[in-house]
Each structure stands twice: as C-alpha cells, then as structure tokens.
C-alpha cells in the first residue's frame, strides 16, 4: 500500500512552454502533498506545501506565480511550470500522506519523480 | 526541526551487515526519527522510523540511543540494491501543518561486491 505515482516521468520541451506535472496517491487520500525539486547531485529542496481545497504555501525564494499547485481532489495535486526556461530543468519529487495519518507519526511516500529537461 | 548530521560516505562488503550513523543532538522530546533512501534518479524510499524504543522491520532496524541524541540504521545483510543515498530525518509527530520533511546531505553507501 501507500502507492505515489507521478506523472510524466520524464519530459523534454522547449523554453517558454508550460509543463504540468502530476501526483496521485493511488490507495489513499492526501490533504497535504508536498512538491520538492532536487539539482544533480543535491539533495531533496521542498518548494511547496499543497492543501486541498486551498491555495498552496511556498518555500521562501520559490515564485507561486512560476510554480502553479492544484490541489482539486484527495488524491491528486499538479504542478505546473508556467514559461520554463532551461534553469528550471530539475527533478521534481511529490510526496503524500495518508490522510488517516494526519494526526500519527506516519511516514510520507514519495513519487518517483519526474525529470524535467527544458531546452 | 532539530538538524541531523551524517557521515557523507560509506562502503560496506554485499552480504555484511551496513550500519549508518546519524548524530540529533538537539532533538526535542516529539520528535521522531525518520530514515529513506534514496537510489539514483529515484523519488525516496521511507525505511523506518522511531521514537526512543528501537524498532525493526523487513528492511532494516533502528537503534535510538537512550538519550535520542544518536541513532544508527541498521541493514542486516547489505545487497548490491541497498547501494543508495540514506537521510535520517527528524520531525515533530502528530502535527497538521508543518508535516514536510527537511533533508540533509545524507550518507552515501556503496555496497561492494
């Protein structure tokens, strides 16, 4: 159980377009998904905090007006990069918890990420 | 969250047991101890996580001091798989808001043939 699926794996497009990522919590439900970025060779940075129902919250220096986050259902929230530009290229991470965990010490489970390589 | 520090590399020989050290001296006294891993151009694995008592699971053990300032991962018999980059993390349990995780470095374990 507690399955995260991310969606696209791996994405290449051009400068100036707008790319959306996906996660889902398969055998869950999530009121709180977390979207990280990871730079080659750097560890995890958490970017925003996604509540469903309500807007997001930002890590300080991460533009909200970049980093679209929809957190329209329990099981799913999107992240959309509005005019990527090559410095944006990343690995971008979400992560969840089972909403039944919300008030335990259940642990977060990650997606597999997704590449994103903007040209 | 208290801060944790890790040793940045390890090797340990497949089929020994690999033990990974991560120092929390300013861990307060709701803070759990988290560990993942993480393989190459993979998202994070949870492994285990504990309080004070030490716990134990299909992948690993956790032994917490008594005093929770330190804790070791234990893998009990290491494979060519476990080769990864390994975070403990420790966060406040039970709370509704600030639920993210806050990673370090981490220890990179080699697991050599």
């Known amino acids: 159980g507690a399955v995260v699926s991310q969606h696209p794996s791996w994405v290449i497009c051009k400068s100036g377009t707008s790319v959306k990522i996906e996660c889902r919590s398969l055998?869950?439900?999530?009121?709180?998904m977390f979207w990280y970025r990871q730079f080659p060779k750097q560890s995890l940075m958490l970017m925003a905090t996604?509540?469903?129902?309500?807007?997001?919250?930002?890590e300080q220096g991460v533009e909200k007006d970049k980093f679209l986050i929809n957190h329209a259902s329990l099981t799913l929230s999107t992240l959309t990069v509005t005019s990527a530009h090559p410095e944006d290229s990343s690995f971008y991470i979400c992560?969840?918890?089972?909403?039944?965990?919300?008030?335990?010490?259940?642990?977060?489970?990650f997606g597999d990420g997704t590449r994103l390589s903007i040209l | 969250d208290a801060k944790t520090t890790q040793p940045p590399s390890m090797d340990c020989a497949e089929g020994r047991a690999a033990n990974l050290p991560c120092n929390h001296s300013?861990?307060?006294?709701?803070?759990?101890v988290y560990w993942y891993r993480q393989i190459h151009s993979q998202g994070p694995q949870y492994i285990i996580h504990?309080?004070?008592n030490n716990e134990t699971n299909e992948m690993a053990s956790l032994i917490i001091t008594e005093d929770r300032k330190s804790s070791t991962l234990i893998l009990p018999h290491a494979t060519l798989r476990d080769t990864a980059v390994y975070y403990c993390?420790?966060?406040?349990?039970?709370?509704?808001?600030?639920?993210?995780?806050?990673f370090g470095t981490g220890t990179r374990l080699t697991v050599i043939p």
């Open positions: 993390i420790v966060r406040v349990g039970g709370q509704t808001g600030a639920n993210n995780l806050f």
């Open positions: 055998d869950f439900q999530a009121t709180t």
């Open positions: 996604s509540n469903e129902g309500s807007k997001a919250t930002y």
């Open positions: 504990g309080l004070k």
């Open positions: 300013t861990i307060s006294g709701n803070e759990y």
């Open positions: 992560s969840a918890r089972d909403l039944q965990g919300i008030y335990s010490n259940q642990p977060q489970h």
